[in-house]
């Protein structure tokens, strides 16, 4: 029989969710005491500009490294200068007599440190899991072998954060979904599920279309939930009036969300919704710790980040929506709305 899916479990796996999404931090942080980043910090506040510049690093892995930092109360941002706090003198910092830089040394090796220090200086994603020799990770989807073992992963994941999303939503007066870079379609199956007078289509790229429309025939949800091929950059298909981007936006840099949300503005008719389900940085940029660590490993494998909701506010507006408010969901995710001005 298919999975109810309205139901939920009985425990909360926040702690399961969150050894996954943190496993790379302490590689950056590795990575920056390699360097002895806190020395010269507490010696040289700075902006984000001026650490670019003294380390020849780039400002997409700068700003999660900072952000990481902040959220750990390593360091404080006085209107934008970055400076060491007394933790960080204490334990961090060459010649304190709490020194602990020694007890990551051993560390310096491991081939994610290793990694951090050519994404710092390049912004270009390693390898996914540190593999020299695998493909681009958005090229690994291509693959057939990999895609399916990666959409079997969002799936997972995504049985229980669909429905806590779909809980959360209202979609009032609305009439179909479009799930952009929808894997194996579980938000899709989720949200009909939750809200009978919707529909859904999923949409994502060969393979991954294959692999979507039998699960979503598996879950017995073909009947409300459609499937479509195409490239997210190239244009979407029209007659939706809703468009979701769940855990997308955070595989990509800038330019290439801008370029989605306008895609979205293209497609959606006036007055449509844009919902965006994902793991948020806060607006002040100093957490939530689970985030800022999940952010460390988009850094590494992938060209986006977790961004913050001011950020996402910021690139809405410019795109032609008017964003709403964040809200929580489950595991240190939500969701923000906007409406196409």
């Known amino acids: 029989m298919p999975h109810d899916l309205t139901s939920a479990p009985k425990t909360d796996p926040l702690n399961i969710?969150?050894?996954?999404?943190?496993?790379?931090?302490?590689?950056?942080i590795t990575a920056a005491l390699s360097l002895d980043f806190f020395t010269w910090l507490a010696a040289s506040p700075s902006t984000l500009a001026g650490i670019c510049t003294h380390f020849g690093f780039k400002e997409r892995p700068v700003d999660v490294m900072m952000t990481l930092f902040t959220a750990n109360e390593w360091i404080s941002n006085d209107n934008g200068v970055f400076h060491a706090t007394e933790k960080a003198k204490e334990h961090l910092c060459a010649g304190s007599p709490w020194e602990l830089r020694p007890y990551y040394a051993s560390l310096h090796e491991r081939p994610i440190?290793?990694?951090?220090?050519?994404?710092?200086?390049?912004?270009?994603?390693?390898?996914?899991?540190?593999?020299k020799a695998a493909f681009d990770w958005h090229k690994a989807m291509e693959q057939e072998d990999f895609a399916r073992k990666f959409t079997a992963a969002m799936d997972c994941r995504g049985l229980y954060l669909s429905q806590a999303l779909a809980k959360a939503l209202d979609l009032t007066g609305r009439s179909c979904?479009?799930?952009i870079g929808a894997s194996s379609g579980i938000y899709a199956c989720a949200i009909t599920a939750q809200h009978p007078h919707m529909k859904a289509v999923a949409f994502d790229q060969v393979p991954v279309d294959r692999i979507a429309m039998k699960?979503?025939?598996?879950?017995?949800?073909?009947?409300?939930?459609?499937?479509?091929?195409?490239?997210?950059?190239?244009?979407?298909?029209?007659?939706?009036?809703?468009?979701?981007?769940?855990?997308?936006?955070?595989?990509?840099?800038?330019?290439e969300v801008k370029k989605l949300l306008a895609v979205s503005h293209a497609s959606l008719p006036a007055g449509g919704m844009l919902i965006i389900h994902d793991a948020f940085i806060n607006a002040a940029k100093n957490g939530p710790l689970h985030v800022a660590e999940y952010s460390c490993l988009l850094m590494h494998s992938t060209q986006g980040k977790c961004?913050?909701?001011?950020?996402?506010?910021?690139?809405?507006?410019?795109?032609?929506?008017?964003?709403g408010t964040y809200h929580d969901t489950a595991v240190a995710r939500g969701f923000m709305t906007a409406v196409r001005r």
Not at 113 to 131: C, E, H, M, N, Q
Not at 307 to 323: K, M, R, V
């Open 17 to 28: 969710y969150r050894y996954r999404d943190s496993l790379y931090a302490v590689d950056l």
């Open 177 to 179: 979904l479009l799930d």
């Open 113 to 131: 440190a290793r990694d951090y220090l050519d994404v710092l200086k390049t912004d270009k994603p390693a390898g996914w899991s540190g593999d």
């Open 215 to 255: 699960l979503i025939e598996e879950r017995g949800c073909a009947e409300r939930v459609g499937v479509t091929t195409g490239n997210m950059f190239d244009g979407l298909p029209e007659g939706c009036d809703v468009h979701l981007y769940s855990n997308v936006l955070h595989d990509w840099g800038v330019p």
């Open 307 to 323: 961004y913050s909701t001011g950020e996402y506010a910021a690139l809405l507006d410019e795109a032609g929506f008017t964003p």
